[in-house]
């Protein structure tokens, strides 16, 4: 062996390429022997071999892992879609047990009324007049009635009521979800089932109809007429299944005699849970027949036994304010309010809650002035009040524009009242309407209106309601007395202002009115004082005293009644406005400025507002700012007298 031989190494490592390429460049060495070429050789093949076997092994390993990757991937679409069909029938299974839990739900608070198709004589439905026929008849009557029917009393609180949910049973044949609701509404609900029949007798037709223990009506009559007998047998099932709201739409109807028989049977022999109800309604209709104190002695006494009664204090409120009380409403007002915001909201249906709240929060800014809040607020009223809560809105809204010396709008708003619901007490609507009407004419100063107005209207209306006229003492007869004073017509002011209440805020002010107009001042200082002195947080007494000294010429005394109103109504414009005025018959017109100023907020489309102001200015040395605030007046409401200052001053200038 040569030396290389020797040190060459007798283990060979590393790859079988490297190897056998090693084997290669050793085999082809002249210093090996043939026997040691030989053996290099078939090293070399073995290697070859080893290199062969490892790349099929490593081929056939990839192949390998590429099927276990394919399988992996197989397995798992095939979990994914396993998966998703659980979810999918777990989804399924949720949403029948679901669908089914509602069923049970609605089906547990049904109150609904199922009329089924009523038995007819075969001669009858011959003529096309089926049993299922009377039966639909029957609902649209019953469904009539129900959306006639205002009310602000939560569906909740009803013994019974089925409110929009009245329909007719159809015979079915077969098997199907609606048996399954039925069935289940029957065994787990309380609706009212209507059944009945129609029968030849000599009168020609008699309509029976009965719910279950509830009662039963019948309606006989001739057979010409089956609207007619339909009416009056849904009048009865009304009267037995839903005796307060039958009450109510008895009064809607002009029918009061009738429905305060309906609400006295309520009120004595009703279940517990709907004697207040009975008491609340025939409360209501006593204004129609014993009158207006004896409505607000009825409501007191119902809020005194139930005090969580919501209706029976706001109406309490609302009365004392048609008698002109008004410290006494606003107490009353603002005790029942809190209720609404507890549970149940004192009996009052949740979609009212809002917009009963807004009632109380307007007859209070009413009270003390703010009549831009309150005009917001019975605007708001106006447009959005749910049935049941809407009546009476025109009215109060024309009064709030009217205290923000809006002649125009008042006028539009009293001219609509015919498109308000009439609620509970169409007369109430009536006879405010009216009132409304001789409130925008006395604005107008058009006195003759006034009296045409009580000659036809308010007299017509009081034949027909006699029990109103102690309401009338409060509103319109005042009216017509301080109508009669400008007039001259002094006698009988004097005995239209006598005959008014004594606690009647409107009518103290009225009567120190006429005096101060007939020139008794000492007579109108003594009114004056005593209504500020009876509701001393009032604003209205200290207003009209101030305006009776600043037409003496006292403006200094003028100045502090006017104080004294804008501290008990600080957004009321009318003390501002004539603080204003009194300052300029002080010579300080540049301090006139901010008060008008500060009543332009309240007032804005004030047209004597808007001269007053523009007159300060032109004082102040303001030519300017004269024209700008005499142009704005040109365009609102003035009096004849205001309209002739005005052509005057902006004539000068």
């Known amino acids: 062996m040569t030396e290389e031989t020797e040190g060459a190494p007798t283990n060979i490592a590393g790859s079988p390429a490297a190897i056998a390429l090693a084997l290669d460049e050793v085999r082809d060495n002249p210093a090996l022997t043939e026997d040691a070429r030989a053996l290099l050789r078939e090293q070399a093949d073995v290697l070859r071999l080893q290199k062969e076997r490892l790349l099929k092994e490593e081929s056939s390993f990839a192949e390998e892992q590429r099927l276990q990757l394919s399988h992996l991937r197989l397995r798992r679409f095939s979990e994914y879609a396993k998966m998703a069909l659980e979810i999918a029938i777990g989804l399924f299974l949720l949403v029948v047990v679901g669908a089914f839990g509602v069923m049970v739900w609605n089906a547990t608070n049904d109150q609904g009324l199922v009329i089924e198709a009523f038995s007819v004589p075969p001669d009858l439905a011959a003529r096309g007049l089926t049993g299922q026929v009377i039966a639909s008849k029957l609902l649209d009557r019953l469904a009539a009635m129900q959306a006639q029917t205002d009310s602000q009393r939560d569906p909740k609180t009803f013994a019974n009521f089925w409110g929009d949910d009245i329909k007719v049973q159809i015979p079915e044949t077969g098997v199907s979800l609606g048996d399954l609701d039925r069935y289940l509404r029957e065994t787990l609900g309380h609706p009212t089932r209507i059944t009945g029949e129609v029968v030849r007798n000599a009168a020609g037709l008699s309509l029976t109809a009965r719910a279950g223990t509830q009662g039963n009506g019948t309606a006989s009559g001739p057979d010409t007429d089956i609207d007619a007998l339909v009416q009056k047998l849904a009048e009865s099932i009304y009267s037995y299944t839903e005796p307060y709201r039958y009450g109510a739409w008895l009064r809607e109807h002009n029918r009061n005699a009738e429905g305060i028989a309906v609400f006295v049977a309520l009120r004595d022999h009703g279940p517990p849970s709907e004697r207040p109800w009975g008491w609340l309604g025939w409360s209501n209709a006593l204004e129609d027949s014993g009158g207006v104190y004896a409505r607000l002695r009825g409501m007191q006494e119902m809020f005194r036994r139930w005090p969580d009664q919501y209706l029976a204090g706001q109406n309490v409120g609302l009365t004392l304010d048609k008698l002109s009380r008004p410290e006494a409403a606003i107490a009353a007002l603002h005790t029942v309010e809190p209720l609404l915001s507890r549970p149940g909201h004192g009996g009052v249906r949740e979609d009212a809650v809002p917009i009963v709240k807004e009632r109380v929060q307007s007859f209070v800014a009413l009270n003390l002035g703010d009549f831009q809040t309150a005009q917001r607020l019975w605007q708001d009223q106006v447009e959005f009040g749910p049935q049941g809560a809407t009546y009476n809105l025109h009215a109060m809204l024309a009064r ?116 101060e107009f007939e020139g008794r001042r000492s007579d109108s200082d003594y009114w004056f004082a005593r209504a500020a002195t009876w509701q001393p947080s009032i604003p209205f007494a200290y207003t009209q005293w101030g305006a009776a000294l600043l037409a003496r010429g006292k403006p200094d005394g003028a100045i502090a009644k006017f104080t004294l109103a804008n501290q008990k109504g600080p957004h009321f414009a009318d003390p501002l406005e004539m603080w204003g005025e009194a300052l300029i018959a002080k010579n300080r017109s540049d301090l006139a400025l901010a008060k008008f100023a500060e009543a332009e907020k309240y007032a804005p489309n004030w047209g004597r507002l808007h001269l007053k102001w523009g007159e300060a200015l032109l004082l102040s040395g303001d030519k300017t700012g004269a024209q700008k605030q005499f142009t704005i007046a040109a365009h609102l409401d003035l009096s004849a007298a205001d309209m002739a200052s005005l052509t005057r001053v902006a004539g000068m200038h």
């Not at 006395?442 to 309401?471: C, G, I, K, N, Y």
Request: aromatic share 6%; glycine share 2%; charged share 20%.
């Open 400 to 515: 709030a524009e009217l205290g923000m010396h809006d002649i125009s709008a008042a006028r539009a708003t009293i001219a609509n009242t015919s498109a308000e619901s009439v609620g509970v007490n169409p007369r109430a609507v009536e006879f405010d309407a009216i009132w409304g009407r001789m409130l925008v004419a006395m604005a107008q100063d058009d006195w003759q209106a006034v009296l045409r107005e009580h000659q036809t209207e308010v007299a017509s209306f009081l034949s027909r309601s006699p029990a109103r006229r102690s309401l009338a003492q409060a509103t319109e007869i005042p009216l017509v007395a301080y109508s009669m004073a400008r007039l001259h017509r002094f006698a009988e002011a004097e005995r239209l202002i006598a005959e008014t209440p004594a606690d009647c805020y409107v009518c103290l002010l009225y009567r120190a009115q006429i005096r």
